[in-house]
C-alpha cells in the first residue's frame, strides 16, 4: 500500500474523483477546497483530513496536486497569502493536473524551482467517468526525476501516461487536444440539428456513423445525452471554451492557424451568452438549435 503524504487541493467534479482513487489506493490526504463544506463532505466518504488553507494541505506533504479551474487559480494556491508553497517541506514535489497556459506553467515551476521543490504539469482527459473509474489519460511534462516521483499516484489516478517532455509540455498537448474535442463535439451537434430539420431517423444517423468512418469517442459519449437533452455536467461548457481559448493563443504565438478551433471558440462563446456555461459542453447543440430554430 502507497503510504506517500499528499496534499490534494481542488475538489470538484474532477478533483474530487481523482483524490477519491488517491484514497483507495493508500496515500494520505490532507485536502483543501475552497468551499469547505465540499471538502468536509468529501472526507467524511473518503477519510484523510481537511485542511483550513492552502498552506496548511502542504504540511508535511511529499507531493501536493492542484486542480483548480486556470493559471489565476494555481497561481492562487501555490503562491498567494496562506499558498502551498509557504508550508510545503524543501524538496516537495508539485503536480498541477489543472488545465492552464504553458508559460504559466513554466513560470510556477522555475517559482518552485527556486524555492528547493520540483514541479509536474500533468493536465488529465478522459472527463468525469475516467476520474471515477481511475482510467484517465494523464499527459506530463516535468523532469525524469520529478516523474518517476509522481508515477505511483499517476498509476492510481489514470490507465495511459504520456511523458510529452518539458514541463510546459504536457499542458501544450492538453489544450490541442481539447480543442479538437470541442471541434468533434460541435460538429455532431450541428449533424443531428440539419438531421432534425431534414427529418432524418436521428438514432439511425448516430448507428451509421458510430458503425463508420465518422465513429468518435465524442459521438460515444455526447450523442445521446444530446437527444435527450441531458446536460449534466461532466466536463464544464465554460471551461471547455477556457482551454479552446489557450489553444487559440498557443496557436498566434507558434505562427499557426487554426480556423475550425477558432470557430469552435464562437459556438461556446456562444453558448456562455445563452447561460449555458455550467452545463455540459455538449449543450452546444442548444446553440445550433438557435440558429436553425429547430430542437432536436
Known amino acids: 500500500m502507497a503510504t506517500q503524504r499528499v496534499g490534494f487541493i481542488g475538489l470538484g467534479i474532477m478533483g474530487s474523483r481523482m483524490a477519491a482513487n488517491l484514497r483507495r489506493a493508500g496515500f494520505e490526504l490532507k485536502v483543501f477546497n475552497r468551499t469547505r463544506e465540499r471538502a468536509e463532505a468529501w472526507a467524511a466518504e473518503h477519510g484523510g483530513a481537511v485542511a483550513d488553507s492552502p498552506r496548511a494541505a502542504a504540511e508535511g506533504a511529499e507531493v501536493v496536486?492542484?486542480?483548480?479551474?486556470?493559471?489565476?487559480?494555481?497561481?492562487?494556491?501555490?503562491l498567494g497569502p496562506d499558498g502551498a508553497a509557504e508550508g510545503a517541506p524543501e524538496g516537495a514535489l508539485f503536480v498541477d493536473m489543472s488545465t492552464i497556459a504553458p508559460a504559466d506553467a513554466r513560470r510556477l515551476a522555475d517559482v518552485l524551482?527556486?524555492?528547493?521543490?520540483?514541479?509536474?504539469?500533468?493536465?488529465?482527459?478522459?472527463?468525469?467517468?475516467?476520474?471515477?473509474?481511475?482510467?484517465?489519460?494523464?499527459?506530463?511534462?516535468?523532469?525524469?526525476?520529478?516523474?518517476?516521483?509522481?508515477?505511483?499516484?499517476f498509476e492510481?489516478?489514470?490507465?495511459?501516461?504520456?511523458?510529452?517532455?518539458?514541463?510546459?509540455?504536457?499542458?501544450?498537448?492538453?489544450?490541442?487536444?481539447?480543442?479538437?474535442?470541442?471541434?468533434n463535439c460541435a460538429t455532431i451537434a450541428q449533424a443531428l440539428v440539419v438531421g432534425r430539420r431534414e427529418g432524418v431517423d436521428l438514432d439511425a444517423l448516430v448507428e451509421v456513423m458510430r458503425s463508420g468512418s465518422a465513429g468518435?469517442?465524442?459521438?460515444?459519449?455526447?450523442?445521446?445525452?444530446?437527444?435527450?437533452?441531458?446536460?449534466?455536467?461532466?466536463?464544464?461548457?465554460?471551461?471547455?471554451?477556457?482551454?479552446v481559448r489557450l489553444c487559440l493563443e498557443e496557436a498566434r504565438l507558434a505562427g499557426a492557424?487554426?480556423?475550425?478551433?477558432?470557430?469552435?471558440?464562437?459556438?461556446?462563446?456562444?453558448?456562455?451568452?445563452?447561460?449555458?456555461?455550467?452545463?455540459?459542453?455538449?449543450?452546444?447543440?442548444?446553440?445550433?438549435?438557435g440558429l436553425s430554430d429547430t430542437r432536436v
Open 65 to 78: 496536486i492542484t486542480m483548480v479551474v486556470d493559471g489565476p487559480q494555481v497561481e492562487a494556491m501555490l
Open 113 to 153: 524551482r527556486e524555492r528547493g521543490h520540483g514541479f509536474v504539469d500533468a493536465p488529465v482527459t478522459g472527463s468525469a467517468p475516467k476520474a471515477e473509474a481511475g482510467t484517465l489519460t494523464i499527459m506530463a511534462g516535468g523532469a525524469d526525476e520529478d516523474m518517476h516521483r509522481a508515477q505511483p499516484l
Open 156 to 183: 492510481a489516478m489514470g490507465e495511459t501516461l504520456v511523458h510529452a517532455g518539458e514541463v510546459g509540455q504536457g499542458q501544450r498537448v492538453k489544450v490541442l487536444s481539447n480543442a479538437v474535442s470541442a471541434v
Open 216 to 243: 468518435s469517442t465524442m459521438l460515444e459519449l455526447k450523442a445521446r445525452p444530446m437527444l435527450e437533452h441531458d446536460f449534466e455536467p461532466l466536463f464544464k461548457l465554460e471551461h471547455m471554451l477556457k482551454d
Open 257 to 289: 492557424g487554426f480556423p475550425f478551433a477558432g470557430l469552435a471558440g464562437e459556438l461556446y462563446s456562444a453558448g456562455m451568452g445563452r447561460g449555458l456555461g455550467d452545463q455540459d459542453f455538449a449543450a452546444v447543440l442548444e446553440v445550433f438549435e
